[in-house]
């Protein structure tokens, strides 16, 4: 009894050592998968370093490790399954999909099948302003497609869009000799006298963003203003009133 509780401490530290070496044999194994392989100068792949043999490699124990491993993580997850479908709290939340996938423009949500439509007009509006930006500084007269595109900004829904065509007007009379016309044709300066003088109520702008009036009206008067100037609505100031009191009335006050 005494000789074999005398054992048990060889038994254990030869134990540790078995797995110590064992452990060291995986490592090796995949730094040895993990090394990239070295091509030498006559192209030639060089071998690498072998493995150590180890007592553990040797018994095969490393390679029965590794398949336990592999098999106790597969039945851990089917356990897992299992346990998912009879108790509802394990099961996994349902994955959503990013606002910009096509599905969900099938969404019964209307929140979600609206984000997607307006992600989708974010991207639009990007692209016509960038387009536009392309057509700035183009003549009209030259390319037919170039007062296309910037009539069809000057009539987008988007005020980014609309101001991307006004300030392409503006850029194609930089620099512009008197003779050419730049993008000023009768169609592009009836849209701008829309946009700077028309109304569609007491207080309410046919065109309601300020910025586009502004820049609208720098256009037109780069074009030579409105085709039609009786037809724009506008009214001319004549009468201004009188800055400071009549002379009359200071020759009152100082004589009291």
């Known amino acids: 009894m005494t000789g074999a509780t005398r054992a048990w401490p060889v038994l254990f530290v030869c134990g540790c050592l078995v797995l110590a070496s064992g452990c060291t044999s995986l490592n090796v194994l995949e730094r040895q998968a993990t090394t990239p392989v070295l091509i030498g100068p006559d192209g030639v792949a060089t071998p690498p370093a072998p493995v150590p043999m180890t007592l553990p490699r040797f018994l095969g124990i490393d390679t029965i490790g590794r398949r336990c491993i592999r098999k106790t993580v597969l039945l851990g997850q089917i356990t897992y399954e299992k346990a998912a479908t009879a108790v509802p709290a394990l099961q996994p939340p349902p994955m959503s999909l990013p ?3 096509p599905a969900n423009a099938a969404s019964p949500s209307p ?3 609206g984000a997607l439509k307006a992600k989708e007009a ?3 509006t990007a692209a016509k302003v960038k387009a536009l930006g392309v057509l700035a500084g183009e003549d009209c007269s030259v390319n037919p497609h170039v007062e296309e595109g910037i009539l069809a900004g000057l009539d987008d829904v988007s005020a980014d869009v609309r101001i991307a ?3 392409a007007v503006i850029a194609s009379r930089r620099g512009c000799d008197p003779g050419c016309g730049g993008c000023c044709s ?3 300066r009836q849209k701008l006298t829309r ?3 028309e109304k569609t109520g007491p207080c ?3 065109e309601p963003s300020s910025k586009a009036r502004r820049l609208a009206r720098l256009a037109l008067d780069a074009c030579g203003g409105p085709v039609e100037p009786d037809s724009c609505g506008c009214e001319l100031q004549t009468d201004y009133p009188i800055e400071g009191p009549p002379p009359e009335l200071i020759q009152q006050i100082l004589s009291e």
Do not use: D, N, Q, T
């Open 99 to 101: 606002s910009s996938h």
């Open 111 to 113: 929140a979600v099948a």
């Open 122 to 124: 974010k991207v639009a």
């Open 165 to 167: 065509a006004i300030e």
């Open 186 to 188: 009768i169609p592009i």
């Open 195 to 197: 946009m700077v003088f």
């Open 204 to 206: 309410c702008w046919f």
